[in-house]
Nanobody, 118 residues
Framework: QLQASGGGLVQTGGSLRLSCAAS????????MGWYRQAPGKQRELVAA???????NYADSVKGRFAVSRDNAKNTAYLQMNGLKPEDTAVYFC??????????????WGQGTLVTVSS
């Protein structure tokens, strides 16, 4: 089970850190991914982190977002800096598998809403 938190309302240029707490004992063996879905748009992969710590990012967030994980706490994070109105979306965390630069989700958490005001 995955529990995402940390969303909220922030002004343009602000920062938020999302957390994804996982239950169970497979966290350290799972890749983790953060997706987002804006109104009227498809869900898109924002960032993913492999079990070994390798990361991948969507071009739209490179240099602004950072994904990390703490296996001791069974938690993944998404640090979001320099937020823009176009980052407004519901953000979802997932657990899955990474293959090089590819990520395949297997399990989903509930979403957390991020709203960036202009």
């Amino acid at each position: 089970q995955l529990q995402a938190s940390g969303g909220g309302l922030v002004q343009t240029g602000g920062s938020l850190r999302l957390s994804c707490a996982a239950s169970g004992n497979t966290f350290s063996r799972d890749g983790m991914g953060w997706y987002r879905q804006a109104p009227g748009k498809q869900r898109e992969l924002v960032a993913a982190i492999a079990t070994g710590g390798g990361t991948n990012y969507a071009d739209s967030v490179k240099g602004r977002f950072a994904v990390s994980r703490d296996n001791a706490k069974n938690t993944a994070y998404l640090q979001m800096n320099g937020l823009k109105p176009e980052d407004t979306a519901v953000y979802f965390c997932s657990a899955g598998r990474t293959y090089g630069s590819l990520y395949y989700p297997n399990y989903w958490g509930q979403g957390t809403l991020v709203t960036v005001s202009s």
